[in-house]
């Protein structure tokens, strides 16, 4: 089942804040965001599983709401750099084969 | 983190014709995954490559269109079979430890013709 993010695109000014959240209709056992550039790899950012433990770049934060079924995404003081297609990829196998299913992603674009 | 390589990185084939690509991790993981990606859309997962046996397929997906082979635990290929022009797309190597963030390759530009 795809988790849906929104939004699905956000223009931001540089030093402006920006939440993309994820949602899942079934039960999630850990989330995982990526950021993708034009013509590349997507490029891991963080990890977040069940029980509170998080994985992850020290400058991007985020949170996962188990009983909601919701993690978001906090980009803060944004960046240049930070623009691309953030993706959220879940994992509601509860660890039984470990694949992750991405969502449509969000264009996040960072203007000076 | 593992540091995945793909080859080739784009190829363009004739209709009819397959193509392998090459996957590449520099050290030994636990899980790895083949997806596609059309410009500007998400990431599908085809299968996972399993060592030593058969790939697990996702729905829509069949082994005689997309063979898949994991002799070991650091290298996979995916073969693209009897292509056409709907398979134009990015294919991307992933790896994963358990309980692990999971890694892309720089992925293979196909173009079939």
């Known amino acids: 089942q795809q988790p849906v993010q929104s939004p699905q695109a956000v223009i931001l000014r540089e030093g402006e804040d920006a939440v993309i959240n994820c949602s899942s209709s079934?039960?999630?056992?850990?989330v995982h965001w990526y950021r993708q550039k034009h013509g590349e790899a997507p490029v891991f950012l963080m990890i977040?599983?069940?029980?509170?433990e998080q994985k992850g770049h020290d400058k991007i934060s985020a949170s996962f709401n188990e009983k909601k079924q919701q993690s978001s995404l906090y980009l803060t003081a944004s960046q240049l750099s930070y623009s691309g297609t953030y993706f959220c990829?879940?994992?509601?196998?509860?660890?039984?084969?470990?694949?992750?299913?991405f969502g449509k992603g969000t264009l996040l674009t960072v203007n000076p | 983190s593992a540091v995945i390589s793909q080859k080739p990185s784009r190829d363009i084939c004739q209709r009819g014709t397959s193509l392998t690509i090459q996957c590449q991790v520099d050290?030994?993981?636990?899980?790895m995954f083949w997806y596609r990606q059309q410009p500007g859309q998400s990431l599908t997962l085809i299968a996972t490559?399993?060592?030593?046996?058969?790939?697990?397929?996702e729905s829509g997906f069949v082994i005689d269109k997309f063979p898949i082979s994991r002799p070991n635990l650091t290298f996979s290929t995916l073969t693209v079979s009897n292509m056409s022009p709907e398979d134009s797309s990015i294919y991307l190597c992933?790896?994963?430890?358990?309980?692990?963030?999971?890694?892309f390759g720089p992925g293979t530009r196909l173009t079939v013709l």
């Open positions: 977040l599983l069940k029980g509170g």
């Open positions: 992933s790896a994963r430890q358990l309980y692990n963030e999971q890694f």
């Open positions: 079934k039960a999630l056992y850990s």
């Open positions: 050290s030994q993981v636990t899980m």
């Open positions: 990829g879940t994992d509601n196998s509860g660890g039984s084969n470990y694949k992750l299913t």
């Open positions: 490559a399993n060592q030593g046996s058969e790939a697990t397929y």
